[in-house]
C-alpha cells in the first residue's frame, strides 16, 4: 500500500502536464480545456458550468469570453427567455480536442485490451469511487457549496 501514493502523485502530475502540453498546443490556458471538455456536446447555464467547475460567478464569465474569443463556445440566448442563456461548445473544434487525444487514447485502449474483465471492472470502480472521493473533498473544502469561493490574492 505504501506504492500507492506516490505513484498515483506521479501519474496525477504526468495527466496535468499532458493535458498543460495539448492546452498549450490549442491556445488555451489548462483550465479552459478542462472546462470544454466538461462541457462537451451539453448546452449548460453559466451557472451549471460554474457548478461543474466549481469557479464562481465572475470567473466563469472570464471563462466563456475567452472560450468565446478562441472560437471554442458561444453563448446562446433563450427564444422563449431571453434573460436565460446557455454556453455551447463549437463542435468543429470539439473534434479538434478529440483529434489531439486520439493517439494518447489509443495507447490507453492497447494497455486496457491487456486486462481481463475482472481487471477492467476493478479498474472502473477504482477510477470512479476516486473521482467520487475527489468531488466529496472538493465539496467539504469549500464547505458544502457548489461554486468556491474567490480565491485570496496573495503578495509576492
Do not use: W
Not at 473534434?95 to 489531439?100: A, H, P
Not at 485490451?113 to 481487471?119: D, W
Amino acid at each position: 500500500m505504501r506504492i500507492y501514493i506516490p505513484l498515483i502523485q506521479k501519474f496525477v502530475a504526468r495527466v496535468f502536464l499532458y493535458h498543460t502540453g495539448l492546452s498549450d498546443q490549442l491556445g488555451l490556458h489548462a483550465s479552459d480545456l478542462k472546462a470544454i471538455q466538461l462541457l462537451g456536446t451539453e448546452a449548460l447555464s453559466p451557472g451549471e458550468l460554474g457548478a461543474k467547475t466549481g469557479l464562481t460567478g465572475a470567473a466563469v464569465t472570464a471563462l466563456i469570453d475567452r472560450l468565446e474569443q478562441a472560437g471554442y463556445a458561444v453563448r446562446q440566448r433563450d427564444r422563449r427567455d431571453r434573460r436565460r442563456v446557455t454556453v455551447h461548445a463549437n463542435p468543429k473544434k470539439l473534434g479538434e480536442i478529440e483529434r489531439l487525444y486520439a493517439p494518447q487514447h489509443r495507447r490507453m485502449s492497447k494497455l486496457l485490451a491487456r486486462c481481463s474483465e475482472e481487471e477492467f471492472r476493478t479498474i472502473t470502480d477504482f477510477l470512479a469511487q476516486s473521482t467520487k472521493m475527489l468531488e466529496e473533498a472538493d465539496r467539504a473544502r469549500d464547505g458544502g457549496r457548489v461554486e468556491r469561493p474567490p480565491r485570496s490574492k496573495t503578495k509576492n
